[in-house]
């Protein structure tokens, strides 16, 4: 973890003035009061038999607006509260095992919308109880720990990004749909919070008061959900704005505590080049990309010898003409025709995303190349048998010895194997796409079709509320720390109607809501790897198109309790689905 300093030089502030982070923190206190207040009155109203549906929906919209006024805030200093108070109303499972049950606004959405279902009232009444407590956390933490200036300026613009990513999706909302009043809320306290500092760097012209405002304004004055131009939203307005944060930072000369996430601390947007850190989930910091450990890994990748038969390397499988893939519906088992019980994945980006596996049963790339490595079916072969080979070739002593210099070394560490070839697939990392060029600025990048495929992606149909933009896989921006799996019911055979047999996540976390949960792949470069889902099902991305506007599984009439996506029809056109299919296109590497 980087070193760095959390004194800061600017401007002081006047005797009768208090230090910006003191006059936030009060302010986040009142803030917390107010939402507070809203949840005491909603469970006066639900307690009380006499209170209409509309009065309910009416305040429990203006709770969810209170809490937006100081969600940057919570999300980012009490996150582990937060989830409580706004979280996916899903299951969710720590490392350690442990279960969460969903708790929290969204969940009291869906029994108050789109009519109130009466006979939750004591589950409402338990969960206004939990936000309760979820505000006294809130005001123990920005009653008595002090906040940086960097850490606002942080948490400032990772709000942002949440509403780029999420706010602007309906991710949060799916039943009221208030997503651009909601956002339109959260930039305006932001901008208040962030006045603090445009007045002490005297930037009060064309600084970010401006650009939230300018925000804020388009939010409101475009609010429909279905039509929203998410595109023209984030270039011309977010961009900008988390630019503008950026150079403030910098200008008050804030010094920043700096520590190893995917997201740089850098980052002015979400689509610099430099936006994500490819070291973000190695295991230690000694595991850190090096370009001889690139080189040595890439010759491993290509090595059959790893195999127990020497006739199957990881490139076997994943071949680089094939956008890492192989092309097959399932690849088959080592030395037999029968085949293996999954599709290929794409390596590409693959270090973006904090687990392996479509059942997410590994963690790091190191792992994941060995569970491949000695996995029977796969390749069968040893890693103590391989060290010894591998020592015994001059040519990968000398590589080995280069890109892991040690003292007196007398063989090859397996570790060192494992991070080499982590080394290499961390390369594979290109976020250089038309869309990418697109959201840098580049309005010629992509067409009207695929702009308009962009929005619909971003909206009515849904895609980005788990292919989260911009990686477009599961892993959940802005923090990028955790990924989530879903349950679509993918079906045997494109003509079957039952639910493929494989149980994925559910092999691993014996937990009901994990049957049939597999990992969110990213959607960057689908158009090269076909066949598509954990199976191979699907052989276009027409047919995919198709499944997800029927409702996914449970659309098609298979029996499945536990889908996660959405089960109602999504109504899309054949235009919408064919734009949807161009702006996918858009995001192939080149």
């Not at 080049?273 to 990748?301: E, I, M, Q, R």
């Not at 495929?453 to 802005?478: D, E, I, Q, R, S």
Request: with cysteine.
């Amino acid at each position: 973890m980087a070193a760095g300093y959390i004194f800061f030089s600017c401007d002081s502030p006047t005797a009768t003035t208090p230090p910006p982070e003191k006059a936030i923190a009060q302010t986040l206190l009142q803030q917390v009061d107010s939402f507070s207040a809203l949840c005491k009155t909603l469970q006066t109203r639900v307690e009380n038999t006499a209170a209409g549906q509309d009065q309910l929906q009416q305040l429990l919209l203006q709770t969810r607006v209170a809490y937006k006024n100081f969600e940057w805030a919570a999300e980012y200093f009490e996150p582990a509260v937060a989830r409580f108070v706004n979280g996916p109303p899903v299951q969710e499972v720590e490392l350690s095992g442990q279960v969460f049950e969903p708790a929290g606004l969204q969940v009291m959405e869906a029994w108050l919308f789109p009519q109130y279902d009466t006979t939750r009232k004591k589950s409402l009444l338990e969960q206004l109880k939990i936000l309760q407590s979820a505000c006294s956390k809130f005001k123990t933490h920005f009653g008595n720990i002090d906040l940086f200036d960097w850490q606002v300026f942080d948490a400032t613009r990772l709000e942002v990004f949440r509403i780029m990513t999420l706010g602007i999706t309906g991710f949060d909302n799916p039943l009221t749909l208030q997503s651009m009043k909601e956002s339109a809320a959260s930039l305006e306290s932001m901008k208040k919070v962030l006045a603090h500092y445009t007045m002490m760097a005297h930037d009060t012209k064309d600084g970010p008061g401006e650009k939230f405002e300018a925000a804020g304004s388009y939010l409101t004055t475009h609010t429909d959900f279905n039509s929203f131009n998410r595109a023209e939203f984030i270039t011309a307005y977010c961009n900008p704005l988390t630019t503008s944060l950026a150079q403030l930072e910098k200008k008050l000369n804030i010094h920043v505590i700096r520590y190893n996430r995917l997201l740089n601390q850098d980052a002015a947007t979400l689509f610099d080049t430099n936006a994500f850190n490819v070291n973000a989930y190695v295991p230690d910091y000694t595991s850190f990309v090096t370009d001889k450990k690139v080189a040595l890994g890439k010759l491993l990748f290509s090595d059959p010898g790893l195999s127990g038969t020497g006739t199957r390397s990881c490139q076997t499988c994943h071949q680089p003409e094939k956008a890492f893939t192989d092309g097959l519906v399932k690849n088959t088992v080592l030395g037999d025709h029968t085949l293996l019980e999954r599709n290929t994945p794409t390596l590409l980006n693959a270090a973006l995303q904090p687990s392996q596996f479509y059942d997410l049963r590994v963690k790091t790339l190191e792992d994941q190349s060995l569970t491949v490595v000695q996995n029977k079916v796969e390749m069968h072969g040893s890693m103590q048998l391989s060290v010894k080979r591998l020592w015994q070739d001059s040519a990968y002593r000398r590589m080995f010895s280069a890109a892991f210099p040690k003292k007196d070394r007398d063989g090859i560490d397996t570790l060192e194997i494992m991070n080499a070839i982590g080394s290499y697939v961390r390369t594979l990392t290109s976020l250089n796409s038309r869309f990418d060029t697109y959201m840098r600025g580049d309005k010629t990048a992509m067409s009207t079709d695929e702009i308009n495929g962009f929005n619909l992606f971003m909206g009515k149909a849904k895609c980005a509320t788990c292919h989260y933009m911009p990686l477009f896989n599961g892993v959940f921006p802005p923090r990028f720390t955790k990924i989530e799996s879903e349950v679509i019911g993918v079906p045997r055979s494109a003509t079957q109607k039952d639910i493929d047999p494989d149980l994925g996540r559910f092999n691993i976390v014996k937990v009901e809501s994990f049957r049939h949960s597999f990992k969110t792949p990213t959607l960057r470069n689908a158009a090269r790897t076909a066949p598509y889902m954990h199976n191979g099902v699907f052989t276009t991305l027409q047919q995919v198109m198709d499944f997800y506007n029927r409702g996914g599984g449970k659309g098609l009439g298979l029996k499945i309790d536990n889908q996660t996506s959405p089960f109602d029809k999504l109504d899309l056109t054949e235009k919408e689905r064919n734009d949807i299919i161009a702006f996918m296109k858009t995001l192939d590497s080149r």
